[in-house]
């Protein structure tokens, strides 16, 4: 099976960047879509992006992160990357990662067998 790690988490203040990591283990090679979710206390977890790992789509973002975060794979790596800049206190939650099988890479939860045990962002004013 597919293990994931998250990692790259922290506290910032607002306008701060981070860039969370999620390195992967197993059978990888069968994983087609790779996501970002986050979930902030008392909330439903949201997806954040999403990526197509053999990179022939477009990436995908919530509109609330579009034109801030950035999604990026490293096949050879095995690892996927979220370059969060611009960072606003509603950012913070615990993000993250997971891995599916489907090609056609959205955030429904359903598509991702696979998930990572989350860390932490907090964004201070």
């Known amino acids: 099976q597919v293990q994931l790690q998250e990692s790259g988490g922290g506290s910032v203040q607002a306008g701060g960047s981070l860039n969370l990591s999620c390195a992967t283990s197993?059978?990888?090679?069968?994983?087609?879509?790779m996501g970002w979710f986050r979930q902030a206390p008392g909330k439903e977890r949201e997806g954040v992006a999403s990526?197509?790992?053999?990179?022939?789509?477009?990436?995908w973002y919530a509109d609330s992160v579009k034109d801030r975060f950035t999604i990026s794979q490293d096949n050879r790596k095995k690892t996927t990357y979220l370059q969060m800049n611009s960072l606003k206190t509603e950012d913070s939650a615990m993000y993250y990662c997971?891995?599916?099988?489907?090609?056609?890479?959205?955030?429904?939860?359903?598509?991702?067998?696979?998930w990572g045990q989350g860390t932490q962002v907090t964004v201070s004013s």
């Open positions: 997971a891995a599916g099988p489907d090609n056609y890479c959205t955030f429904s939860q359903s598509q991702y067998n696979f």
């Open positions: 990526i197509y790992t053999r990179g022939l789509m477009p990436s």
């Open positions: 197993g059978n990888f090679g069968s994983m087609l879509c």
